[in-house]
Antibody, heavy 120, light 108 residues
Framework: EVQLVESGGGLIQPGGSLRLSCAAS????????MSWVRQAPGKGLEWVSV???????YYADSLKGRFTISRDNSKNTLYLQMNSLRAEDTAVYYC??????????????WGQGTMVTVSS | SSELTQDPAVSVALGQTVRITCQGN??????ASWYQQKPGQAPVLVIY???NRPSGIPDRFSGSNSGNTASLTITGAQAEDEADYHC???????????FGGGTKLTVL
């Protein structure tokens, strides 16, 4: 079965760091574009970051270099390292696979999400 | 601009047809994809590309594109279609993605 399972969320104080994990099964993370998307409470979806199959990474401009996306091919797992966390980073964080077909790309597989709460 | 704009809320009578729109400059270059999200659940892809439905998505869901506007149409809306709908596309750079603010669909 193709699925993504996130972990690593929790309560963290402002200024702290947290690493989220996203374990994939049924497909190979390194052969796909993989992304993180977040959703603040009561708000819409916000794209966070992507890692291409070739390893190139991109981030939302709003993150200002605080987050790092990576993957461990041996574990078939995607990560999001989050540093200097702020209250506005409070959200459910989803990992998702991006399926590519010319200009018809789409986020076709989503994890269940992991909640990150930044609060003192 | 790298923004996608959606109406915050739309309602439809049971069994009727509803169109949810998404506007943005990037849609002149890239197709939109559409996601259904029910409370407490992860988003689910319902439409992508010109008008493609993933396996398992009912054929009452369809998509269209014109200029800077993408549309999701539900023909014969059902009670279970009540949800938030989010559009998405690459932004103008082609290496980042952007989501619309989401549309809350109420089925009356």
């Amino acid at each position: 079965e193709v699925q993504l399972v996130e972990s690593g969320g929790g309560l963290i104080q402002p200024g702290g760091s947290l690493r989220l994990s996203c374990a994939a099964s049924g497909f190979t993370v390194s052969s796909n574009y993989m992304s993180w998307v977040r959703q603040a409470p009561g708000k819409g979806l916000e794209w966070v970051s992507v890692i291409y199959s070739g390893g190139t990474t991109y981030y939302a401009d709003s993150l200002k270099g605080r987050f790092t996306i990576s993957r461990d091919n041996s574990k078939n797992t995607l990560y999001l390292q989050m540093n200097s966390l702020r209250a506005e980073d409070t959200a459910v964080y989803y990992c998702a696979r991006i399926t590519l077909s010319g200009q018809k790309d789409a986020f076709d597989i989503w994890g269940q999400g992991t909640m990150v709460t930044v609060s003192s | 601009s790298s923004e996608l704009t959606q109406d915050p809320a739309v309602s439809v009578a049971l069994g009727q047809t509803v169109r949810i729109t998404c506007q943005g400059n990037s849609l002149r270059t890239y197709y939109a994809s559409w996601y259904q999200q029910k409370p407490g659940q992860a988003p689910v892809l319902v439409i992508y590309g010109e008008n493609n439905r993933p396996s398992g998505i009912p054929d009452r869901f369809s998509g269209s594109n014109s200029g800077n506007t993408a549309s999701l149409t539900i023909t014969g809306a059902q009670a279970e279609d009540e949800a938030d709908y989010h559009c998405n596309s690459r932004d103008s750079s082609g290496n980042r993605w952007v989501f619309g603010g989401g549309t809350k669909l109420t089925v009356l």
